[in-house]
Nanobody, 120 residues
């Protein structure tokens, strides 16, 4: 079973940067083209931030385009989210997700989440 562990969250001032990491174990997190970063702000639904879904391109939320960059290191079974020019509205719990083949269907795997707080 694939397991994901995020790290890198924290408190940062507006305009600052953070880099999140998500490391997988128990199998490759990139085997199926459905992996990436999502976030859940207080009182809001979880939303896509940056992800690869189906094809090879990274899809970014309009709200983070030009500020956030997704990257991956296959050798480390790790994906990253570089977040620059952070805004208070980026405050959320950030989750990474991967999908594995469960034999009878695909199963989504989520990390435990890492908190990002951006102060104004």
């Amino acid at each position: 079973q694939v397991q994901l562990v995020e790290s890198g969250g924290g408190l940062v001032q507006a305009g600052g940067s953070l880099k999140l990491s998500c490391t997988g174990s128990g199998g490759s997190i990139f085997r199926i083209n459905n992996f990436g970063w999502y976030r859940e702000a207080p009182g809001k639904q979880r939303e896509l931030v940056a992800a690869v879904i189906g094809g090879g391109r990274v899809t970014y939320s309009d709200s983070v385009k030009g500020r956030f960059t997704f990257s991956r290191d296959n050798s480390k079974n790790t994906m990253y989210l570089q977040m620059n020019s952070l805004k208070p509205e980026d405050t959320a719990v950030y989750y990474c997700k991967a999908v594995e083949d469960g034999g009878v269907g695909y199963i989504e795997r989520w990390g435990q989440g890492t908190h990002v707080t951006v102060s104004s």
